[in-house]
């Protein structure tokens, strides 16, 4: 597939139908755990769930003859659409207990799922709710970190928390496309350091002049088609020191 979802036919993010959208449509879960009385910084939530993206996408269990292989091909083949739900106390102890990875940050915990058919959620995930998912910084990030991949925002749109994540969840998948198979160890083994900011408006017209990897959303939720996420910086990734990723199976 190609990392150009602003120019390639056979874009995940294209707008227009296709003849792979009459086949059976998958769908890649994520969970933010959403507690009133401490929900997490919405930074380090949305750059937790890009985190968990690529850690699902680097699993062994999604690779080769794995057991969530074949889902993830099939997910992989047609749109790369992703749902963001919330979920507290009890029902983010029953989502803990199905299959996926839980992805922590220092505030936020996402639990990766991997993919399911568009009309067949699993009940203890098709119950939780995809509003709610507004969250707020408590104070201004910081500046992106420059020896790690960025994953910039489009500074004209308004986006739930939970679309958003979504939509940091496909520039890292993006990313990921262009890596070789050594560039994503080194990521891996980095923790897929990664940082998410909201990009000034002279900024985003030159990061979408550019040749780097940019999600364009099909429209089907919140937002009309159009840009939402420019990726910069993912060819450093081989330079990262090695650390250990924040997740549990």
Known sequence: MSSDPTTADDSPFR???SVRD???QFVLPLV???EKAAPPARTDALETAARAVLTILSDERSLG???WAQAMRDWQDARIRKVVRRARGAEWRRAEALPGITVTGRSAEVRVFPPVPLDGWPKDLARLQVSGTDLDDP???????PAVPVLWLNPELDM?????MAQTGHGAQLAWWELSEKERGAWRDAGFALSVRTADPAHWRELTASERPLVRDAGFTEIAPGLTVAVEGHDRVGALPERA?????
Do not use: C, F, L, N
């Open 32 to 34: 933010v755990h959403i």
């Open 22 to 24: 009459q086949e059976r």
């Open 65 to 67: 003859e794995g057991e």
């Open 160 to 164: 739930s928390a939970g679309k958003t």
């Open 245 to 249: 990723p924040d997740s549990a199976g």
């Open 15 to 17: 707008a227009e139908s």
């Open 139 to 145: 104070a201004p990030p910081a500046p992106a970190d």
